[in-house]
């Protein structure tokens, strides 16, 4: 059953507190995305990684980080959450051949 | 600058009517081309994908083209549903590996209404 799971799916916080996004996938994929997705713009990465603690910047890194310490389980870390860190994040998968992608049902972040 | 522009930026249609959603990139190397849909609030689901220099795929009521001499790609969709209202998301990839960077656009979305 090839899915990929994102909780919370939806979280409110206060400007300066730390916010925990988790993904998980039962797929054994390689490499895993994070990716933020705004009005009006396309889905933006922010983190991939390339198996357990192999973690490499996408185009917006600042303000967040990334554990990947089991093969199906990536996190996205906000150390003191910012109001313009309020977005939909999404977690994706793919096997090591790349570019067949899998995403979770996104997790809306509002920071208030 | 946006590397990946789709248009038309929304579309109402008729159920029944068909309809075709533009994507026109800039990124090279543009290894592949991917259209995925994304019902609100949910995530993307892959539609279709497109590699050779101009391609053609079909996938049911969803038909796509691309041509990579002219950077543009077509989203057909025939005989639409209500359930067919998504926004539709081109994504080009600048290579075939997980190596690569995907470059995605903003989306258009589509409104089917009875």
């Known amino acids: 059953d090839m899915k990929v799971t994102q909780m919370p799916r939806y979280l409110i916080k206060r400007m300066g507190e730390n916010v925990l996004l988790e993904c998980g996938q039962d797929m054994s994929h390689e490499t895993m995305y994070w990716y933020r997705q705004d009005p009006g713009l396309g889905l933006q990465l922010i983190y991939i990684s390339y198996d357990v603690d192999s973690n490499s910047e996408g185009d917006i890194p600042k303000g967040y980080r990334v554990s990947r310490k089991k093969r199906e389980h990536f996190s996205l870390i906000l150390d003191s959450a910012k109001t313009n860190q309020t977005s939909v994040y999404f977690c994706a998968s793919s096997p090591g051949s790349g570019n067949t992608l899998y995403f979770g049902e996104g997790s809306r972040l509002i920071v208030v | 600058k946006t590397q990946v522009e789709q248009s038309p930026q929304s579309l109402v249609v008729r159920q029944g009517e068909n309809c075709v959603l533009q994507c026109n990139y800039s990124v090279t190397p543009d290894n592949h081309l991917r259209w995925f849909k994304q019902d609100t609030g949910k995530g993307l689901v892959s539609l279709t994908v497109l590699v050779d220099q101009k391609d053609k795929t079909s996938n049911g009521r969803y038909s796509a083209t691309l041509d990579k001499d002219a950077k543009h790609s077509t989203l057909h969709i025939t005989a639409t549903l209500l359930d067919d209202t998504a926004t539709y998301i081109c994504?080009?990839?600048?290579?075939?590996?997980?190596?690569?960077?995907?470059?995605f656009g903003a989306g258009t979305q589509l409104i089917v209404i009875p």
């Open positions: 994504v080009v990839g600048d290579r075939g590996s997980a190596l690569g960077r995907l470059h």
